[in-house]
Structure formats: C-alpha cells, structure tokens
C-alpha cells in the first residue's frame, strides 16, 4: 500500500449517506468534530428538515416550534464538511456502486449507508392507501395534520377521528392531538367535548411492549380523556369516513390515523440486499449488511439478525456513534466494532398535557416531573445538531489519510502534477456519454472528439451570443451547472431570443480518475437537462484542470433578423412601471448558509428559485410592450438599475418596500453576508445618499445583492403594466411586483430614488 504525501489535496473516497435518520444525523455530527482526510461525505434525503421522534408528540400538542423539533440537515452538512442532495432514493446499482435518484443523475460510492425509517404498512387492508393518514413519513404527515387541525377548526359540529394502533406512539399521538384540538376549540369559544378519539388495538391490551404498570396508567389517563379504546379490533378495510375491524365492528370517522405496524421501503426489494420478512435490510453487529460489506443500515430500516429490535428511535440514536466509527474503519481497512444494544431502554412517553410516564422493564413513574425531565433531555439532545458553532472561516484541508494502492496513488499524483502544471483535458469518456441534440443547422458530434461544431445561421436570423462562467457557489455539481446553465439563457431570452445551441467548459478540482469523472458527469447532466429543456442543442464540451469546480458556458441564440421588439438596458421612458418577476437575496442566502447562519429551508426556496427559467418571463414582457430589460446579475439590482438609468437618461424610484425578498434574506443581510459591496460604495447612486433611514431599511443592503439566475427587471407602458404582472403571475411567477417608477433625468441628485 501506499499513502499520498501530505498537502496533496484530493478526494479519495465517498461515503453516502442515504436518509436522514437519527442515526445519519449522528454520522454527520461525528464526522463534523472528527473529519477523515481524503473522504467525502454526501447525504440524499428527501427532507431538508429532518424531525426528532422524540419531540414530535410535543410538537403535535403545541408546546414545541416546527424548529425545535426539527434538525436541519442542509445546515449540519456544511458542520460536517458533507455534500447535501435533495432528491429521492429509487434504487441502487450495487455491481457499479451507484445510487440511483429519481430526479438526478447516479451518484457513485465506495461505502453507502441507509437509514430511511420505515413506511406504513397498508396494501393489507382495503381502502387504507387512499383514506387513511399515516404517520410515516413524518413529512406527509406533518402536512395531513396542519390540514386535519384546520378541517376540525374550520368543521362547525362534531369530530370523530379514528388512531389505528395502540402501542407507544399511537397512544402518544392519540393524546397529544386531543390536548391541541380541545384547546384550539376552546380558543375559538366552542365546546371541546364535540371532539371524539376512538383507539384501535389489534391486541387485547395497549402499550404491548411495556409492563403491567406502564399499561395500567395509560388505561386510566385514556379513560379520564374520554378516549375509547377498541381492543382485539384489528382493522380489516377503510371506505369513505368508515372503518371495519375483522370482528364485524364499524366506525364512522372523520379522520383516520394510522400508526401501527410498518415495513421497509419497496424499492430495498429490488436491491439484491437481503431483507427479513417485513421488507428490513439484514445487518450484523457491526451494521454491515449481510449481503454487501460495502453497505451498512442503520435504524427502523434495519433489522439485526442476532437481536431483534423494536422500531424505537432510542436505538437509532445509539447506533450512529458505532456506525460512524465503523464507516471510518472500514475506509482505513481496521477491524469493525460491534454495536451491542442496551437489554432494557428507558421510554418517557408523554400524555400531552405537559405530564409523561417513565417505563424501563418493570419500573413506573408518572407526572409532571417526568415530562420536564423528558423535556431536559429532549432539548440536550437537539443543542448538538441545532447549537452548531458558527464557521468563520473555510477549515484547512488536511493531508488524505487514506490508503491507495500503487495505481491509485500513482493516478493521484499525476493529476496533482497536472492539475498545478495549469490544466489539461481529462475525462473524455464522460464528455461523450452526453450526445449532440443536433438540428439541421447544427453539425457536430461530441463522439468525434472535435471541440469546434459547425452552425448555420438561417436566413432571415440573426445570432444573439452570450458568454458566462463562475465558480461553484452550491456543492452539488448537478445543480450548481443547471443554475449557471439557466443563468446564460437568461441571457439570450432577455433579448427576445430562442436558445440555439451551447459549448460547455467544465473545471474540476485534481482526483482520481474516478472521483474527477464522476463530478464532471454530474456537473455536464445538470447544464444538458437545462440546455434540453430549453430546446438547446449541446454542441461541444471540454473539462480542464483547476483549483475548484467551476463552469464556463458559451450560447448561441436566433432571432429574426427584422424583430424590432429587441428589449434593451438603455430604452426606459419616464412614466413606466417597473416590475420584477423573481425575489431578491440569494446570495446572502447562501453567503450565509456557508457559515451556518441560515436556515435550509431558506436556500431550498432560494435554489428553486434559481432553478427557474426566465423563458415564459421574457415572452411575457415581449407581449406586454416593455421598452427595456435586464436580468439582475452579479451587479445587483442597484447596479442594474444604474446602468440602465444612464444609459436611457433617466431617473427611478424605487419602492423598498415593494420588493419581493426571499424568506430569509433581509436576517442574514443584516449580519453582514454576503461580505463583499460593489467598489463604489453601497449607497453610490442613491438618493439621499446620507439618508439614515433608507440605509436601515431591511431590505437597502438587498440592493446589492450580487445574483445568479435572478429574475428579470423591466420598465412596461402603465396601461399595461396591471395586465401584465397577472399574467407572470399566471405563468409561475407569483412573487412578480411592480417595485417602483421611470422618472425624468434631474428630479434629484441621484438617478436612483429610494421610497420608504
């Protein structure tokens, strides 16, 4: 064997982790305090914010935030220096180690790990997928349950609501769901009593897994809540607002709940894992799987095969320090640790009224102490993923302490040569698994090698080319080029054009063959499915060499050579609208998620928006007779403006309350991200320059914000100004708004006129 030397940076190996389970969330956390040089970690989760079980029944009751009981996973993969992908897991190609994703290209791996939970078993009893809410995942249900607490608030009369499952966590929701509803009736002056909670059990007693005593208690506190429980009532089908049991017993009810028996997620099956007979991936004490020692599981997904483990979150939460070691080990080609579960757990199970019950083999306790107790160690629990120290500065690469073999290490050194000599192209394979959309004015064909294609222009055309290149500012290749790939036919569209055909540079970071290949698929997948869905022939591309990921994007766009709706920057008249089809803020959005300082639910809406095409919008204006137009850039909306204002010789106000900001925003701006101003000063253009006021508006330093793929901003005729904002609207953008007005040269100081 033999090890790269110090200060040669490369990534050597991937880990993936698939979920984001209580036991991922420790991986991530383990990895964060104690990084592996030379490893790469990359979580897929469907959910950027992942819930604590333990806190959900508190959640549902009212006395926790969507915050408090919810981990953000985008924010604590930047602490563990982790790549986070937003997408859903389908399947796996085990002999190529791929992860297969719904909505992304394959992801490669050299060690993979799942822990995805569980989904509702439901295909046993008829009617149940359409008409029944399960409590898995907790996402959907999350949403089921805001709109059940909306239909019960909203519903003059009575409710009935039917909890299916009648162990820990269905007597946990069932009471929780009846302390928020009864006090949410209360609030609206109604009487509490016109709600009606039936349990089902399919055994003769409640809480199965718990002792005498533990069952006892909560057979009192259900019958003192006026809950009925329906026992040996094993549920045989759902219709509409009924529910049979096997014993003939039927129920009319509202809402129907279910929260019995799960199993494990149907694409496992087609894996080639081994699976027990619920559909759960068979793993060993050391997590591995006992199919595949490049796959470990962990959690509801798993199932030991030496001890059988209730699907309870505390062993989740215990098994993501041994599986993060085992992770670790495995890389280094160290022996495993056995994960050795705790005979007897001790479970606080709440009763929703700020009261719980403590049980541990035969021991009892209840009452309000329990419940701060359980709150005390609940709230410990979520401070080490949510108090996450803020990142001052990017951490210092470390020398890889991987192992490589000859050829590996050889590989890693030549690209590193290559990689400081300046540049060179390099994975030519994967430039040629992306084929040419040719045209009939488009030769070229990625397969031969050439990097120069041949374009006709057609006659009665005319060629619109534009040129953009910049450095990742996401990890994700895949979506940070089909970002940068919609950025460039903004620009092309902003002229009233149609995207012809594009050239693609691509420059990636030195690695191993391997590792470089497959961060240059993803990143020419990403700008392909754009530049496709644009109608846009991808004509050449070409990878080099460099010190971080980055992309360069040439495109040509037609458009008729006599079209006299061209919109520029220098044609604004006075007395126009100014409108703005897309919000303001990504920058400082992700300026600050790269310290820690926001939340990832902000950058996914900033992503999405991003993401989305300014096509239909420059249309839309076109239609609408807008004079001038210009996409808000790396210059900002202020710098936009400014330069549109001297070029046409004229003046703006401009409206800061009207503009439309992504959530988020104006709180990280306001911390100062992103860091750099444009050189003339932030208030240069202004007026008043020294107004106090305008500088402590929220939303001032948004006005320089330096964008990627932003909306479009342009000045439209009055009378059809109102026209035109409903139809962006109705075309996707419904965060368009008119933000301010034209205004005749000299009728202040400034071109740009700030309105408080």
Not at 308 to 324: D, I, M, N, S
Not at 340 to 363: C, F, M
Not at 505 to 531: C, R, Y
């Amino acid at each position: 064997m033999l090890a790269l030397r110090a200060g040669e940076e490369t990534i050597l190996r991937d880990i993936v982790l698939v979920g984001g389970g209580h036991s991922h969330v420790g991986v991530l956390r383990q990895f964060g305090r104690r990084p592996l040089p030379g490893v790469r970690l990359t979580v897929i989760c469907t959910d950027t914010h992942t819930p604590y079980s333990g806190m959900l029944p508190g959640y549902i009751a009212g006395h926790y935030s969507y915050d408090q009981v919810h981990i953000d996973l985008r924010r604590l993969a930047v602490f563990a220096g982790a790549r986070f992908f937003r997408d859903e897991v389908i399947g796996l190609d085990r002999e190529r180690r791929r992860v297969l994703c719904r909505d992304r290209p394959p992801l490669a791996y050299d060690l993979l790990s799942i822990n995805i939970g569980s989904t509702p078993r439901l295909d046993g009893v008829a009617g149940a997928a359409e008409k029944v809410l399960p409590i898995k995942p907790i996402r959907c249900f999350n949403e089921g349950w805001l709109a059940l607490l909306q239909r019960v608030c909203g519903h003059p009369g009575g409710t009935t609501i039917a909890v299916v499952g009648a162990g820990a966590g269905g007597v946990e929701l069932t009471l929780a769901m009846q302390y928020r509803l009864r006090r949410e009736l209360q609030a609206l002056g109604r009487d509490p009593d016109e709600l009606r909670l039936h349990l089902f059990s399919a055994n003769r007693e409640i809480l199965s897994t718990h002792n005498a005593r533990v069952r006892r208690t909560f057979e009192r506190v259900l019958a003192e809540r006026g809950v009925v429980v329906h026992r040996l009532a094993e549920v045989s089908s759902v219709s509409h607002a009924q529910l049979a049991t096997r014993s003939g017993e039927r129920l009319a009810a509202d809402e129907i709940i279910w929260v019995t028996q799960a199993s494990g997620a149907g694409w496992l099956r087609e894996t080639g894992l081994s699976l027990d007979s619920g559909g759960f991936i068979l793993v060993g004490d050391t997590l591995q799987t006992v199919s595949d020692p490049l796959v470990f599981a962990a959690g509801d997904c798993a199932a030991m095969i030496d001890v059988p483990l209730e699907k309870a979150g505390v062993f989740a939460v215990r098994q993501g320090r041994p599986l993060a070691e085992n992770l670790r080990r495995s890389l280094l080609a160290m022996s495993l640790r056995r994960y050795r579960p705790q005979a007897r757990w001790l479970a606080l199970i709440s009763t929703g009224d700020r009261r719980a019950v403590a049980s541990r083999g035969a021991v009892c306790a209840e009452g309000a102490w329990v419940w701060r107790w359980k709150d005390r160690i609940d709230r410990r629990f979520m401070a080490g993923f949510q108090d996450l120290p803020p990142i001052d500065e990017p951490p210092t690469p470390l020398a890889p302490a991987i192992s490589l073999d000859a050829s590996e290490a050889a590989q890693a050194r030549a690209s590193t040569a290559i990689h400081r000599g300046g540049g060179a192209p390099v994975a030519a394979t994967v430039v040629r698994m992306l084929r040419a959309r040719n045209c009939g004015e488009v030769w070229s064909d990625l397969e031969d090698g050439r990097h120069a294609a041949i374009v006709q222009v057609p006659p009665g055309k005319t060629m619109v080319q534009t040129l953009v290149s910049c450095g990742a500012f996401v990890d994700d290749p895949w979506l940070f080029a089909r970002i940068a790939a919609n950025d460039a036919l903004d620009d092309i569209f902003v002229r009233g054009a149609e995207a012809h055909s594009a050239s693609i540079v691509a420059t990636l970071p030195a690695g191993l063959d391997e590792k470089v290949e497959d961060t240059l698929f993803q990143l020419l997948s990403g700008a392909a499915e754009e530049f496709t869905s644009a109608d846009c022939a991808v004509v050449g591309a070409r990878a080099v060499w460099g010190p971080e990921l980055a992309i360069g994007l040439a495109v040509n766009g037609l458009i008729d050579a006599q079209f006299t709706g061209v919109m520029g920057k220098g044609s604004m008249r006075p007395g126009e609208v100014l409108i703005l089809n897309k919000p303001i803020g990504s920058a400082t959005l992700l300026a600050a998620h790269l310290r820690l300082r926001a939340r990832g639910r902000w950058i996914d809406a900033a992503l999405l928006s991003m993401l989305q095409s300014n096509r239909l919008a420059a249309r839309c204006l076109n239609a609408y007779a807008a004079s001038a137009c210009s996409r808000v850039s790396t210059l900002g909306l202020h710098g936009q403006l400014l330069a549109m204002t001297r070029r046409a010789g004229v003046a703006v106000e401009l409206d800061l309350n009207a503009l439309p900001v992504l959530d988020g925003a104006a709180e990280t701006a306001a911390l100062g991200f992103p860091s750099r101003w444009p050189a003339a000063g932030p208030c240069s253009g202004c007026a008043p320059r020294a107004s106090d006021a305008a500088c402590r508006h929220p939303n001032h330093a948004l006005l320089f914000d330096p964008e990627t793929a932003g909306g479009l901003l342009a000045s439209v005729p009055p009378e059809t100004a109102e026209a035109c904002l409903q139809a962006l609207r109705a075309l996707g953008y419904p965060r368009a708004t008119s933000v301010g007005r034209v205004l005749p040269a000299g009728q202040g100081p400034e071109p740009i006129q700030l309105k408080l």
